[in-house]
Nanobody, 120 residues
């Protein structure tokens, strides 16, 4: 059973910073994608940032230059450093990963979500 466990959300003032972390655990054979999505009230879930297998970094236009995604391969962990946060960044942030595990094969996994609130 693969699990994604997120941490690091919270309340921050505009202009502040937060760092999210997501650790994958279980009988993992390989990880093909790790990334972060977010969903604000009344809106669709959207990709914030992702690291596919080729190591390229993908960002939503709204977070380019402010957010940085990184991955610790040895720890099966992905991070999202969020700087210069704005009220419109307020959302539940979800970790997502495409993982080949034993015996399930390649599946898409989601974390439980962590709330990020940007408000003065």
């Amino acid at each position: 059973q693969v699990q994604l466990v997120e941490s690091g959300g919270g309340l921050v003032q505009p202009g502040g910073s937060l760092r999210l972390a997501c650790a994958a655990s279980g009988r993992i054979f390989s990880i093909h994608f790790m990334g972060w999505y977010r969903q604000a009230p009344g809106k669709q879930r959207e990709l914030v940032a992702g690291i596919p297998t080729d190591g390229s970094l993908n960002y939503a236009d709204s977070v380019k230059g402010r957010f940085t995604i990184s991955r610790d391969v040895a720890k099966n962990t992905v991070y999202l450093q969020m700087n210069s946060l704005k009220p419109e960044d307020t959302a539940v942030y979800y970790c997502n990963a495409a993982i080949v595990a034993v015996p399930a094969g390649k599946l898409d996994y989601w974390g439980q979500g962590t709330q990020v609130t940007v408000s003065s």
